[in-house]
């Protein structure tokens, strides 16, 4: 709390921390704005039936359930970086850019991104509201209609990932988080209105299994991502002129959960993909698309499927993008180049080899917690028919996640304020 108050108190960090809740509060006001022609009842029935949209309606921070021009949140954006980062796995220009070229390559691999994310946000846009046309949620509309509404949304998602840009630019958190984070957030005052109009003293016990499971998935989330492997490192002896340099000891950190609250977001944009492809089936046929749709539907509202593929989902995304973040070589290099070595073990490829193996046994248990999270409050309502937990756990652990990740960005902010 003290750390937070200081923020206060340095009109530098005041700026910055008024700054992103000025950009955050343009993204509410946008999410409200919804398209023209919109059958708010169809609407509201659709998504209650769809649990995909209705999970994706709360990364949009409800800007999918009104339909508004923000209506796909960053998700076209996460697509195309997902798309990008496994293309960098095929063609080896790519992997030079964001591996080898510093933060120049970060920047114009960012900037790869952001244009492949106009196409992606476009198609999406014509096949969820192809979607809608065929449920009868927008109706009346001409062709012009559509090409219009294809626009605004498409504008919309573009000018969220500008002001995630802008967000991340602070330095206080990442743009794309942070955004996430406000859409989850701003469900909790409706959420409780809910649970105050719908209590009932029967439901008590109901509320305090949610509550004891909040406070598990709270401290599980801080213990899994604060949990570190420490890699002893020792520095050799070096001489020059008359002064020796080196010889001190310190330690490598790898971290149970390297790939922090990704691999979720990453498994949602996945999850919506088939959905995606049926929808802009509709190029060739709009009744192949319907076919298609209900297909995926009724794939992805059975529980058992849906948990058990969202599971592998997460799983296998925090292992890839562990690998895309940390490359066991290049950090083995790196000390080599810096006269450093692990005790017992050679410089070079042994020393990348014996890294690899730490990271692929530390990175499992961090895979399953993030999995098992994911699809626990899932099971929860197969096994108890508890619709209250419904979705709770995925959502409550982006929340703690990127709490934590501000909180750290806070702390080395006010740090280096201190050093100068």
């Known amino acids: 709390m003290d750390k937070f108050l ?50 994706f ?33 095929i063609f080896p220009q790519l992997k030079e850019i964001y591996y080898e070229q510093g933060e120049i390559g970060r920047a114009k691999f960012n900037r790869l991104s952001h244009y492949l994310t106009v196409p992606l946000a476009a198609l999406q846009s014509y096949g969820f509201l192809n979607l809608l046309v065929a449920q009868q949620v927008l109706v009346n509309l001409s062709f012009f209609d559509i090409l219009r509404n294809i626009t605004l949304v498409t504008a919309g998602s573009l000018f969220l990932v500008w002001l995630a840009d802008l967000i991340s630019e602070q330095k206080l958190g ?43 998935v709270i401290a599980g989330v801080v213990f899994i ?29 790898l971290k149970v959960n390297q790939a922090g609250v990704i691999p979720i977001i990453f498994a949602i944009s996945l999850l919506l993909f088939p959905q995606f492809l049926a929808q802009i089936s509709g190029f060739i046929s709009v009744d192949l ?19 058990a593929f969202y599971f592998f989902l997460v799983v296998l995304f925090t292992y890839f993008y562990t690998a895309v973040t940390f490359d066991p070589q290049e950090i083995s290099k790196n000390l080599q180049r810096s006269g450093a070595f692990v005790p017992g073990i050679r410089p070079g490829q042994p020393t990348g080899e014996f890294l690899n ?15 098992t ?12 028919g508890i619709q209250l937990l419904s979705l709770g756990g995925t959502a409550l652990l982006i929340v703690v996640s990127v709490a934590i990740e501000i909180m750290r960005h806070i702390e080395s902010q006010l740090v280096l304020r201190e050093y100068e």
């Not at 990442?174 to 469900?187: E, H, Q, R, T």
Request: proline fraction near 5%.
């Open 6 to 55: 200081q923020l206060f108190q340095i009109p530098d960090l005041k700026k910055k921390l008024l700054v992103i809740l000025g950009l955050l509060l343009v993204f509410r006001l946008f999410s409200a704005i919804p398209i023209p022609s919109v059958d708010t009842e169809r609407l509201a029935a659709f998504l209650s039936q769809n649990q995909l949209l209705g999970f």
């Open 57 to 89: 309606n709360i990364f949009s921070g409800g800007a999918l359930s009104n339909l508004s021009i923000v209506m796909l949140g960053v998700g076209p954006y996460i697509t195309a970086t997902i798309i990008l980062q496994l293309l960098t796995m």
């Open 174 to 216: 990442n743009g794309v988080s942070l955004l996430i984070f406000a859409g989850i957030v701003s469900g909790l005052p409706q959420t409780i209105q809910g649970v105050i109009v719908t209590y009932e003293p029967s439901l008590l016990p109901t509320y305090a299994a949610f509550l004891i499971l909040a406070m598990i």
């Open 225 to 253: 991502n604060e949990g570190e492997r420490k890699i002893p490192v020792s520095y050799a002896k070096r001489v020059r002129g008359n002064r020796v340099y080196g010889g001190a000891s310190s330690y490598l950190p």
């Open 289 to 307: 698309s319907i076919r298609l749709t209900e297909l995926v539907n009724k794939l992805l509202n059975n529980q058992l499927i849906y948990s």
């Open 357 to 371: 193996k730490i990271i692929n046994r530390t990175t499992i248990w961090g895979a399953l917690f993030l999995g």
């Open 373 to 384: 999270i994911a699809v626990l409050p899932n099971l929860t309502q197969i096994l108890t």
